[in-house]
């Protein structure tokens, strides 16, 4: 059994995440460190992680699978077992080694792991069931179902309550910075009284965790279960309901009380009575006896997590081949490694794990291991011949028993293909003619989807399926953006909305503590996506909550005191990136100036002429503040560079480049510096100077380590600041920190120098960011202009290269292009149809070194364009 702890109580969810994260590992599979090809501009996934993990989940679905390097299947996180609490895998009772993992292709998430054993050939296939999937019998159904709805932590074991109570106060259900949430079905007009039960386990004294409990959207009540009862002693709070928006669900949820200094929410236990059957809270503490059976009674921790849940399958199925010319006796066996018991029932060929995983087996096993896991007969191999075993994981409600045949996994095997092979997710919008490049697009577009989940009925952009699943503001922001390039409007609308029921009644944002910049963040966001959308009427619509915001902004500028290193900016704020103390620092002033001037342009861009004036005048008081401060806080590093560090004060020995990804974000997409800017020379040459495997080292969580996406960000700066060369080149590097299944840890150490890691896999604001920084390498908007190729990457424009852009959203409009370098490699022709919602004053093509004369070409702004150039060789 795993040894869980108490939650963290950190001022940042993100800071308590990265930190309980934060390990090494010393067993597994380690890849040997690849030798670094020459060639800049090859993808070849060099610098990948040592360890690995990859979505098989299908999209907006609540279970998120994940396969480990060594195939085995990962659920319940966190724990104890590749840090989750249950791994299932593959082996033999004879020594295996891991030989290479793939996927079958880039849009279709089956998982191929190869493995060796002496002279016998393992190939596993890992992949999701597609829908539907028939229950092979009727399944009576409970009278009431709850439904957990997003993440699923929980811990056994948690608090201590005394005695009498319910046992599973012992037990929490756990919301990691965001809410608890769970809902069930109601007829129209039924009536019900919730209660809810929470016992606090960690925090001995009041005021530490203080909860709002909701119903229906509304906040009801508001607990301080220390303050009214004591640690470690259980409450219970009785509130009544009816579906009040008569969609056929109750909706109830625990989220942080904004006064709440830990972010974090916990729930025991859930009763549901019908209305006015509900005995008095301390019966129902005490665990009853109840005059009247509640409808429902669940223990949050403990009970399944996945009630609610449709049944879900996954498949593993398992070759084993002889290529010798001698027969070969192997014995095969499933390892099931898990924080709850597992059962073996032989009988029905089937495992159960804890209360919510069962595993199919289609063969009979003869015994089982020390911890009752099955192993099966001895098999011998003929020479040349090859055998296949297959298994099931179940999880969710009365899960029909599948695979029970090898058929029956074949045949899932093939609709799985199919399944992701018609998937409606928007490829097709960006072509590159470096196949690996074009792989991690397809890939990025699908972890994207398989991480999103639909929430309060509304798509919710996830950035990962584990310690990131959830509402991330800044995340979430260039996920939507990413999203919008692809032509989902109409999804991405419904996410811009789901964010903005997070904004407080003083109009601010600020779902992480200290994050004063994420008003600043939604105020870009929110704006940005109306300027790529041509939708002034619907910004017209939510312009209450950008006014709202912008005084949250003017409000807060007030608050640090006379005389403190940051008095007219923001005040003490959290930095992340590698810096948790809230101290006077320049993350949240960054990205304040990018969202207030983002306001300032919406404005002018809405007609609102005065409202944007006097909101400049604001903006340029809180610029010139904010150069004072910087010009007193320039500091130089060790190889010359004058540079602006993050902190402003209990700066230290913190290296120069930690938590600088807000500067980058303040020169792109913020435009806040002026062209030529000697703060953003210097900050750029200090950054350089760090640099390790093509990205700068030690920015984030992890000391001395790599941010992955954060190279997006370098990138972009680059790219902004008119280097489109070294924006192409960063471009590689950041895809060669993927992995070779197509997606990326957050942060992981530079090759042979250990597997210590930070954060979500696969971690889709990277994925975002790949999206991104490939789309602005070929377009973007500079103001009024539209740039095209500015950061286009010199071998692709090798003979017979075709580089496409179909409808990618534009501040002006949709654009598609087409170029085609000619065969002999000497010309190429550019086809194009500009942008035509809101023509750019100037579309100018950037001609590289890899034209034979260099330099900006200007083209027509209407009507469909043909360019033909000459190029610099045959590349």
């Given at each position: 059994m795993t040894v869980m702890h108490s939650p963290p109580t950190r001022s940042s969810a993100r800071f308590l995440l990265c930190a309980c994260l934060l390990h090494a590992m010393t067993h597994g599979l380690a890849a040997a460190a690849p030798t670094p090809a020459p060639d800049e501009f090859t993808l070849d996934h060099r610098y990948a992680p040592p360890q690995w993990q990859t979505a098989i989940g299908l999209p907006d679905d609540a279970q998120k699978t994940l396969v480990a390097k060594d195939g085995g299947l990962l659920y319940d996180y966190p724990g104890g077992y590749a840090g989750f609490g249950t791994k299932i895998t593959f082996g033999l009772v004879q020594p295996v080694t891991w030989t290479r993992q793939e996927l079958v292709s880039p849009r279709i998430p089956i998982v191929r792991t190869y493995k060796q054993a002496g002279p016998i050939e393992i190939v596993e296939e890992a992949f999701a069931v597609a829908p539907p999937l028939s229950p092979k019998k009727a399944v009576e159904q409970p009278a009431l179902v709850l439904r957990r709805v997003g993440a699923n932590s929980g811990q056994r074991g948690w608090a201590n309550p005394k005695p009498p109570c319910d046992p599973d106060f012992r037990h929490v259900a756990i919301g990691w910075n965001g809410p608890i949430e769970y809902r069930f079905p109601a007829a129209r007009g039924e009536r019900f009284t919730v209660v809810f039960g929470i016992c606090e386990g960690h925090h001995p004294g009041p005021g530490a965790r203080v909860l709002t409990l909701s119903l229906e959207g509304k906040s009801r009540q508001i607990v301080d279960p220390v303050k009214e009862g004591g640690h470690n002693v259980p409450r219970a709070y009785p509130l009544d309901i009816q579906d009040e928006n008569q969609d056929g669900w109750i909706d109830l949820a625990v989220t942080a009380a904004p006064e709440s200094p830990d972010k974090n929410t916990i729930l025991n236990l859930l009763w549901v009575f019908r209305a006015a059957e509900a005995p008095p809270p301390d019966t129902v503490v005490r665990g009853g006896p109840f005059p009247k059976v509640p409808l429902l009674r669940f223990a949050c921790g403990a009970d399944k997590l996945l009630t609610g849940q449709a049944p879900r399958h996954d498949v593993l199925r398992v070759t084993l081949r002889n290529p010798t010319g001698a027969a070969v006796k192997v014995t095969p066996r499933l390892l099931l490694e898990a924080a709850e018991d597992v059962w073996p029932d032989p009988m029905h060929r089937i495992a159960r794990v804890g209360d919510g995983t069962r595993v199919f087996y289609t063969a009979d096993w003869t015994t089982t291991d020390v911890r009752g896991?099955?192993?099966?007969?001895?098999?011998?191999?003929?020479?040349?011949?090859?055998?296949?075993?297959?298994?099931?994981?179940?999880?969710?409600?009365?899960?029909?028993?599948?695979?029970?045949?090898?058929?029956?996994?074949?045949?899932?095997?093939?609709?799985?293909?199919?399944?992701?092979?018609?998937?409606?997710?928007?490829?097709?919008?960006?072509?590159?003619?470096?196949?690996?490049?074009?792989?991690?697009?397809?890939?990025?577009?699908?972890?994207?989807?398989?991480?999103?989940?639909?929430?309060?009925?509304?798509?919710?952009?996830?950035?990962?399926?584990?310690?990131?699943?959830?509402?991330?503001?800044?995340?979430?922001?260039?996920?939507?953006?990413?999203?919008?390039?692809?032509?989902?409007?109409?999804?991405?609308?419904?996410?811009?909305?789901?964010?903005?029921?997070?904004?407080?009644?003083?109009?601010?944002?600020?779902?992480?503590?200290?994050?004063?910049?994420?008003?600043?963040?939604?105020?870009?966001?929110?704006?940005?996506?109306?300027?790529?959308?041509?939708?002034?009427?619907?910004?017209?619509?939510?312009?209450?909550?950008?006014?709202?915001?912008?005084?949250?902004?003017?409000?807060?500028?007030?608050?640090?005191?006379?005389?403190?290193?940051?008095?007219?900016?923001?005040?003490?704020?959290?930095?992340?990136?590698?810096?948790?103390?809230?101290?006077?620092?320049?993350?949240?002033?960054?990205?304040?100036?990018?969202?207030?001037?983002?306001?300032?342009?919406?404005?002018?861009?809405?007609?609102?002429?005065?409202?944007?004036?006097?909101?400049?005048?604001?903006?340029?008081?809180?610029?010139?503040?904010?150069?004072?401060?910087?010009?007193?806080?320039?500091?130089?590093?060790?190889?010359?560079?004058?540079?602006?560090?993050?902190?402003?004060?209990?700066?230290?020995?913190?290296?120069?480049?930690?938590?600088?990804?807000?500067?980058?974000?303040?020169?792109?997409?913020?435009?806040?510096?002026?062209?030529?800017?000697?703060?953003?020379?210097?900050?750029?040459?200090?950054?350089?100077?760090?640099?390790?495997?093509?990205?700068?080292?030690?920015?984030?969580?992890?000391?001395?380590?790599?941010?992955?996406?954060?190279?997006?960000?370098?990138?972009?700066?680059?790219?902004?600041?008119?280097?489109?060369?070294?924006?192409?080149?960063?471009?590689?590097?950041?895809?060669?920190?993927?992995?070779?299944?197509?997606?990326?840890?957050?942060?992981?150490?530079?090759?042979?120098?250990?597997?210590?890691?930070?954060?979500?896999?696969?971690?889709?604001?990277?994925?975002?960011?790949?999206?991104?920084?490939?789309?602005?390498?070929?377009?973007?908007?500079?103001?009024?202009?539209?740039?095209?190729?500015?950061?286009?990457?010199?071998?692709?424009?090798?003979?017979?290269?075709?580089?496409?852009?179909?409808?990618?959203?534009?501040?002006?409009?949709?654009?598609?292009?087409?170029?085609?370098?000619?065969?002999?490699?000497?010309?190429?022709?550019?086809?194009?149809?500009?942008?035509?919602?809101?023509?750019?004053?100037?579309?100018?093509?950037?001609?590289?070194?890899?034209?034979?004369?260099?330099?900006?070409?200007?083209?027509?702004?209407?009507?469909?364009?043909?360019?033909?150039v000459r190029l610099a060789g045959r590349g």
């Open positions: 896991r099955p192993v099966f007969s001895a098999i011998t191999l003929a020479p040349r011949a090859e055998i296949t075993l297959a298994f099931g994981v179940a999880r969710g409600d009365h899960p029909a028993p599948f695979p029970q045949t090898l058929a029956e996994a074949a045949s899932a095997r093939r609709a799985a293909e199919r399944y992701w092979a018609e998937a409606d997710l928007p490829y097709g919008r960006l072509g590159v003619p470096d196949a690996a490049v074009q792989a991690l697009l397809d890939a990025s577009v699908r972890n994207i989807y398989q991480a999103r989940e639909i929430k309060q009925g509304l798509p919710a952009f996830q950035v990962g399926p584990t310690c990131y699943r959830g509402l991330w503001v800044v995340d979430g922001a260039f996920l939507l953006e990413a999203v919008t390039y692809l032509g989902r409007e109409k999804e991405t609308r419904a996410g811009i909305d789901y964010l903005m029921k997070f904004q407080r009644a003083d109009g601010s944002f600020m779902l992480i503590d200290g994050h004063w910049k994420e008003t600043g963040i939604a105020l870009w966001a929110v704006t940005r996506h109306a300027r790529l959308t041509g939708d002034p009427a619907w910004l017209r619509g939510v312009w209450p909550r950008v006014e709202r915001g912008v005084a949250a902004i003017e409000a807060m500028r007030a608050l640090p005191a006379r005389g403190a290193p940051n008095e007219g900016l923001v005040p003490d704020g959290f930095s992340d990136g590698g810096l948790a103390e809230k101290v006077p620092e320049y993350t949240n002033v960054y990205w304040t100036l990018a969202g207030l001037r983002a306001a300032v342009e919406a404005a002018a861009w809405l007609g609102n002429t005065a409202q944007a004036d006097a909101w400049r005048k604001g903006y340029d008081d809180l610029y010139a503040t904010f150069r004072r401060a910087a010009q007193r806080d320039m500091k130089t590093d060790g190889h010359g560079n004058r540079h602006l560090p993050i902190r402003m004060a209990k700066g230290g020995d913190i290296p120069p480049q930690k938590a600088q990804w807000a500067f980058l974000h303040a020169v792109y997409p913020g435009q806040v510096f002026p062209d030529g800017d000697p703060l953003v020379r210097g900050n750029l040459a200090m950054l350089r100077a760090a640099e390790q495997e093509g990205l700068v080292a030690d920015t984030g969580w992890l000391k001395n380590g790599l941010w992955s996406y954060f190279g997006s960000f370098y990138a972009h700066a680059w790219l902004w600041v008119g280097d489109g060369g070294k924006a192409a080149r960063t471009l590689y590097a950041f895809g060669n920190h993927a992995s070779p299944l197509l997606c990326w840890r957050e942060e992981h150490m530079p090759q042979g120098q250990g597997d210590a890691r930070v954060g979500d896999m696969p971690h889709n604001w990277a994925s975002a960011e790949f999206i991104r920084l490939v789309r602005h390498c070929l377009a973007l908007e500079r103001g009024n202009e539209l740039h095209l190729f500015q950061g286009f990457p010199a071998a692709w424009a090798r003979p017979g290269a075709v580089t496409r852009m179909h409808g990618i959203a534009t501040e002006f409009g949709p654009l598609s292009l087409e170029f085609t370098v000619a065969r002999d490699g000497r010309s190429g022709v550019l086809h194009l149809t500009p942008p035509r919602r809101t023509p750019p004053a100037r579309i100018l093509w950037h001609l590289g070194p890899w034209a034979a004369e260099p330099g900006a070409v200007a083209l027509p702004t209407d009507g469909t364009v043909k360019k033909t």
